[in-house]
């Protein structure tokens, strides 16, 4: 009795017969199809398998199939395990936080529509007086410590608190509605829609203060606001507040109707495609009414120094309704490292009696970033943002430095100034000249350094001393993340 024939003689064999036979050459899976089973069969047939040969490679053959099903099976199962296994891994990874840097500490979740970020600013200055109009001194003008987040990439908000003042105060508290990108609804405490000055963050604006006309704007109030920016190079936003300040609510019974304040901005450069320039020009508008014994904003100048304008209610008497009204101008026209800004502001205040009064107040400034770094490239919505060095210090560079000179006027003409006594005295003008010097190393850090000549239009007068003018030197070192 012969024994069966190995595999490699019968694969030879089977071959060799298939084409004797013209059943054709079995594929490289040729075991896995009936073309086998019909081999065998002719073998026997013809002798050339004997039947203990033919029904063990029979036997061979079905122990093949189920072993070649079950490898399948296994493959399958493998293949589906890893899927799913990749599966499992994208899934966490949209929910899983990652930690990054950039400008700030963020947690991010993988899909990028979750996070939650730390977030500060430090302020240290100094400032010299030539004369004896303020003392000179070092001042921690702010100390910003805040959280903001975001969830579903839709909603988000910022919650920061300020340590510099003598008590921790809020500055910000604000959560905001992205439905539409165009038409976002914000809530809270947060910065009013009116001036270019005042929307460009403390971080980023080109002088260590703002200009004398910033006390006639409205800065951050407790309201609602709805803006956007409905096309490229547009944005708006209409909002309604107490009209009382910061961390202020609404007190009056009587004049408990919110501030209307409006502002629509666009840059032209964008509408054009030109990225290397931005023409910006802007128009705000507020409306609403205080009490008659509510105090008009006061005149300080830009180096923080002497409160120069003061006055006493604004109706002659307590409880009349006084309407205020304020009208803005904004223009910003920048070509690579070169600026030009201005802005003008009008406040109005109309009394019962028909006693209108007004204050103007202006500024125009230009600004060259000596390094060649754009003004373009930190323009977005409406207002500046970082400045980002071409080549920072450590980087195979000295960072950014920009120089910049601003003209600013203050006119209260209108109104009397409190009534002078022997150690102090008021006036109702003033102007003032700035040049500044700033250092960026990093895009997190700046320097600045500032000479500030105020003229004033009548003497002021200080401990007892007449001054025409003060010359400050103010110097800061701040940082962001």
């Not at 499992?88 to 529509?113: H, P, W, Y």
């Not at 209108?356 to 202006?362: E, F, L, M, N, V």
């Not at 209108?414 to 109702?428: G, L």
Request: glycine residues 10%; charged residues 25%; contains cysteine.
């Amino acid at each position: 009795m012969r024994k069966p024939a190995c595999n490699f003689h019968r694969t030879c064999l089977g071959l060799a017969l298939a084409a004797t036979l013209g059943l054709g050459a079995p594929s490289l899976h040729a075991q896995e199809t009936p073309i086998l089973d019909q081999l065998l069969d002719k073998l026997k047939e013809r002798g050339i398998l004997t039947e203990e040969e033919y029904q063990a490679l029979k036997a061979e053959r079905a122990e093949e199939r189920v072993q070649s099903r079950a490898e399948r099976r296994q493959r399958a199962l493998r293949e589906a395990q890893a899927v799913e296994k990749e599966e499992k891994a994208k899934e966490e990874s949209k929910s899983t936080l990652v930690g990054r840097f950039k400008e700030g500490f963020t947690l991010e979740s993988g899909d990028k529509q979750h996070g939650i970020s730390i977030s500060g600013r430090v302020h240290a200055d100094y400032r010299s007086f030539m004369e004896d109009t303020a003392a000179s001194t070092f001042d921690v003008r702010r100390a910003y410590l805040g959280v903001q987040g975001k969830f579903y990439n839709i909603y988000t908000f910022d919650v920061t608190g300020d340590f510099a003042q003598s008590g921790t105060t809020l500055d910000v508290a604000w959560f905001n509605a992205a439905w539409l990108q165009s038409a976002q609804v914000r809530f809270g405490q947060f910065k009013m829609p009116f001036s270019i000055e005042e929307q460009t963050s403390s971080r980023f604006i080109d002088f260590q203060e703002r200009s004398m006309m910033n006390a006639l704007v409205p800065a951050k109030e407790r309201g609602i606001m709805l803006h956007g920016d409905p096309f490229k190079g547009m944005t708006y936003g209409l909002a309604l507040s107490n009209g009382q300040g910061k961390n202020n609510n609404e007190t009056s019974v009587e004049l408990d109707r919110p501030d209307v304040i409006a502002r629509v901005a666009g840059n032209a450069a964008e509408w054009v495609g030109n990225p290397d320039m931005v023409l910006h020009a802007g128009l705000a508008y507020s409306n609403g009414t205080l009490a008659g014994n509510s105090a008009v904003p006061s005149g300080r100048t830009e180096a923080r120094g002497v409160t120069f304008f003061q006055t006493g209610n604004v109706a002659s008497s307590a409880g009349t309704d006084v309407d205020r009204q304020r009208l803005g101008g904004e223009l910003s026209l920048a070509w690579g490292p070169f600026k030009l800004q201005g802005e003008y502001t009008k406040a109005t205040y109309d009394t019962e009696t028909g006693s209108d009064r007004d204050i103007d107040a202006y500024y125009a400034a230009a600004t060259w970033l000596i390094t060649g770094e754009r003004y373009a490239k930190s323009y977005r919505s409406g207002a500046y943002r970082a400045i980002v060095p071409n080549k920072p210090l450590g980087s195979g560079g000295w960072g950014a430095w920009e120089l910049g000179l601003r003209y600013s006027d203050f006119n209260a003409e209108d109104f009397t100034v409190t009534a002078a006594t022997a150690s102090t005295a008021f006036t109702n003008k003033a102007d003032a000249w700035t040049l500044g010097l700033k250092w960026i190393p990093i895009t997190n850090v700046r320097f600045y350094l500032n000479y500030v000549q105020t003229e004033f239009d009548t003497p002021i007068r200080v401990s007892g001393k007449n001054y025409d003018d003060e010359k400050a030197v103010t110097l800061r070192g701040a940082l962001y993340f």
